[in-house]
Every structure is written in structure tokens, then in C-alpha cells.
């Protein structure tokens, strides 16, 4: 507290509320090994759970991608049936998770843990574990639905047979939520 005195000076007093001497410091200035071992838990608790969120989401990404890249593979097929005005077809091989244009030599692969669903005409299917879904030179197709699963996740692709339209939405667990 600050005082005037009768001159020109100023006096300090010091006020009664605070402590006469300096106060001393209080014994812990430190964290103790517990307190750290704490600290060091919750962090890696954080860490180990960033972690599995990545790797989940790695995982659904993937899926995504393979219905993504079949999608594209599908209107590819449509667009060269209609630019050529012949019949192109895309083969899903379900025991090998591939598929192949008519077009193309190449044979594209889903990675393994991804399960394949197809559904579409009778005379499409072989017996070996292969499927055909057909567009015709006026746009139109056999139809079907190809369905890509990995665990809780799932991607389903319809193709509407009379305008061979394809057309991806996600059908996993809580999609229509």
C-alpha cells in the first residue's frame, strides 16, 4: 500500500494482509513418478486409439476404391458399347476377386479380403465362378448388382438393365441412418 507523506516523498508500508517475510516455497516443486507414469499412460491410450481409426479407415477407403475402380470399369464398358455399337461386357472372376472388360487384356484385381455378391442373368453366369454383365450397342444391359463387402462395410453397385445406368451407394452398417 502507498502512502503520501507530508513532503515531497513517498513512503511504503507494507500491508497487513500479506506476509511479513517471504513466504516460503511449498515442498513438492516437482511431479512425482506416479503423476508421470500417469501422464505417459493416457498418451499412449491416445495414440494406440489414433491408430486403430486409421487402420479402420485405411481398410474402408480400400473398399471404397475397388467399388469405385468396378464402377468406373462398368461405364467404360457402357460408353464403348455405345461408341462402337457392339456388345462389351464386363467378366467379374468371384473365386479370383478380378475382372476384366472385353476391350482390354488386362485383369484388374480386388485385394483378397474384399467379398464380391453379383447378381444378374442366368445366361451370364458360368459355372466356374465368373459373371458376365453385358451392354448392349443401344445403351442398355443386362443388369444386375455387384456387391463389395469387407467386414461391417459394404458397397453395392446397381446396374439398371433397361438404361444401363450404374450407379454406386454405400450399404454398409448405419449408411441409411
Not at 494482509?17 to 515442498?27: Q, V, W
Request: with cysteine; glycine share 10%.
Amino acid at each position: 500500500m502507498i502512502h503520501k507523506a507530508q513532503g515531497s516523498g513517498f513512503s511504503l508500508k507494507r500491508a497487513a494482509n500479506l506476509c511479513p517475510a517471504p513466504c516460503p516455497l511449498s515442498r513438492s516443486q516437482g511431479f512425482t513418478l506416479l503423476e508421470l507414469m500417469v501422464v505417459l499412460f493416457v498418451i499412449i491410450l491416445g495414440f494406440s486409439i489414433v491408430a486403430f481409426n486409421l487402420s479402420s479407415g485405411r481398410e474402408s477407403i480400400q473398399l471404397r476404391a475397388a467399388a469405385r475402380d468396378i464402377v468406373s470399369a462398368l461405364r467404360y464398358a457402357r460408353g464403348q458399347a455405345l461408341l462402337s455399337h457392339q456388345q462389351t461386357t464386363v467378366t467379374l472372376d468371384l473365386s479370383d476377386n478380378s475382372y476384366q472388360v472385353s476391350s482390354r487384356d488386362k485383369v484388374y484385381t480386388i485385394p483378397e479380403p474384399i467379398d464380391i455378391t453379383l447378381v444378374t442373368a442366368q445366361d451370364e453366369l458360368s459355372g466356374e465362378g465368373q459373371g458376365n454383365i453385358r451392354f448392349f450397342a443401344d445403351g442398355s444391359s443386362t443388369g444386375g448388382r455387384v456387391t463389395l463387402e469387407r467386414g461391417s462395410s459394404a458397397w453395392r453397385i446397381d446396374i439398371n438393365w433397361l438404361t444401363g445406368q450404374v450407379e454406386l451407394e454405400d450399404a454398409g452398417e448405419g449408411a441409411n441412418e
